[in-house]
């Protein structure tokens, strides 16, 4: 029988690094919702002395989530530990994940601490996060640059203390797989109490190598990978969840472990991480690029047609490529709507919120001939969007945009509670009702990222768009979709204008 492969997700914490990638609670908990739905094991869900923002995220996950564990980061610190013990209270099952560096660069120019100091603050924080809760994890930071003898020392005395998951962070990305995977099997190997913990890693992607690294520490007895979605994180990112996840699965001939995610919520897990944070997913990105599953060349397609194994190692609807099928019309009924969305996992709590996606579903099908999967999933994700906007919402716009002539806009806002006007005209459509929607608001922002993507094919699909917002070091990224992308934009930045107007303590969790 094979082991089970825990997977740590921390797209969440570590994926939220990223500069530009910031998410609020809601979004966060969107998307550990997806993460639950996916089966991810442990789900870190931020760093809850970080700031405010980061506390009550990590709380409301683990109120919200019941299947999946939910870890909150500590440093090797009372305050820390403590505090995150208080944001994991709610969950049904909580982990403290507290860390501190063990690396000789870390410890003389960082820390400003001696080896012997090191060590008797890890084992006091281990000690700490044990009065919290059973499930703590611990972290020796950049142990990828850190001495064997000394990681040894340090990682018996926490497993003494009782830490019952030890990670292995390659912080900076500076291992290659062969020496990445020799430390874990002279770790495992060397440690006296090592069978008491499960060990896990943690790789950063600086050469290219977090997901070769992960899966060499697997094959030399970790049995935890820390990853994103989409490989977002710190710099580089970290090793994407898809590529290990599926490296597994399709190399059970090599592995001698599997994991127990449902692999088909893959491609809409990345699909929302990426229109959150307006990262976008490269076409030719493993598993989850528009381009994994394409066969271009005459002589790929050739062989697809005879024999599908002939060119593909695995199956596009095993990692949730749908067929996209076209399910609903013009004419289909509130049954038929409601069945579909549940059918994707989306239910409504009253019988108003679904009478409101419907009303936007007949909308929608007045504009657009054929409604496939992912239009429902966008009018949900925008009707949930337009709730959360609390001060400012889109009432009307108008754009007139015409060859030879400078674009103007027109638009009214409801601004709590109060309608007003503003015209602008702008270098484009798109520009225009920015600036007539600044004559109302006059933010002070600046915009850092504009992005389209268009939702399904053809020119009636709807644009998501993205918009980045920064102020005062604050970055906010909101969404909007529309079949008018110049509506959507206008949604889009009406949303991030929100997120910073609301903005509470929302400080970059990085140390
Ligand atoms: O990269 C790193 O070392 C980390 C630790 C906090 C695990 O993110
Ligand atoms: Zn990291």
Redesign the pocket.
């Known amino acids: 029988m094979s082991d089970k492969l825990i997977i740590f997700d ?1 797209t969440l ?2 994926g939220e ?1 990223s500069p530009g990638a910031s998410m609020t609670k809601e979004e966060k908990i969107r998307i550990a919702k997806a993460l639950e739905k996916m089966r991810v094991d442990v789900i870190e869900a931020g760093f809850p002395i970080a700031s405010q923002g980061d506390f009550e995220a990590v709380q409301a996950v683990a109120n919200t989530v019941k299947d999946s564990t939910v870890c909150g ?1 500590a440093r090797a610190l009372d305050k820390d530990i403590d505090r995150a013990g208080e944001a994991l209270k709610g969950a049904n099952s909580g982990r403290i ?1 507290t ?1 501190i560096a063990t690396s000789p660069i870390h410890m003389e120019m960082k820390l400003r601490m001696s080896p012997d100091q090191v060590v008797e603050q890890a084992v006091k924080a281990v000690t700490r996060a044990r009065q919290h809760t059973d499930n703590v994890e611990f ?1 020796p ?3 990828g640059r850190s001495e064997l003898d000394f990681l040894c020392r340090v990682i018996e005395a926490v497993i003494d203390a009782g830490a019952r998951t030890i ?1 292995i ?4 990305g500076y291992n290659v797989p062969e020496q990445f995977g020799g430390l874990i099997r002279n770790l495992i190997g060397k440690i006296p109490n090592s069978d008491k913990a499960v060990f896990s890693v ?1 790789c ?1 992607n600086d050469l290219g190598l977090a997901v070769a690294n992960s899966l060499s520490a697997v094959m030399n007895g970790a049995r935890q990978v ?1 990853c994103t979605i989409n490989g977002l ?2 710099r580089a990112g ?1 090793a994407s969840l898809e590529e290990v996840v599926m490296a597994v699965r399709t190399r059970q001939d090599i592995f001698s472990c599997e994991t127990s995610l449902d692999t088909t919520q893959i491609v809409p897990c990345s699909r929302l991480v990426s229109s959150i944070t307006g990262f976008p997913v490269q076409p030719n990105k493993a598993i989850v690029g528009a381009n994994a599953f394409a066969h271009e060349s005459g002589i790929h397609q050739d062989g697809v047609l005879k024999s599908r194994e002939t060119y593909e190692i695995m199956r596009a609807e095993d990692v949730g490529w749908s067929a996209n099928r076209m399910v609903l019309g013009k004419h289909s009924g509130r049954n038929a709507f409601r069945t579909r969305l549940q059918e994707l996992g989306i239910t409504f709590e009253a019988e108003e919120e679904l009478n409101a996606a419907f009303a936007r579903f007949k909308d929608l099908a007045d504009k657009k001939h054929e409604i496939y999967d992912d239009d429902l999933q966008a009018l949900v994700t925008d009707a949930n969007i337009e709730a959360e906007n609390e001060h400012v919402n889109l009432v009307a716009l108008k754009v007139c945009s015409e060859t030879g002539e400078t674009p103007d806009a027109s638009v009214t806002l409801r601004v709590d509670g109060e309608e007003k006007q503003g015209h602008s005209k702008g270098g484009g459509p798109v520009d225009a009702a920015f600036k007539a929607i600044e004559t109302i608001i006059n933010s002070g922002t600046d915009l850092q990222l504009y992005s389209v993507n268009n939702i399904t094919s053809g020119t009636d699909s709807q644009g998501e768009v993205t918009v980045r917002l920064e102020k005062d070091g604050r970055i906010v990224n909101g969404q909007g979709s529309d079949t008018d992308i110049v509506i959507a934009s206008a949604k889009a930045y009406i949303n991030a204008l929100n997120k910073i107007i609301a903005a509470a303590d929302r400080a970059h969790p990085q140390l």
């Open positions: 921390t914490r570590d690094q980061l994940h860390f972290s930071e950049d142990a990670n962070p390659d912080t900076v943690h950063h820390e994180g710190e970290n």
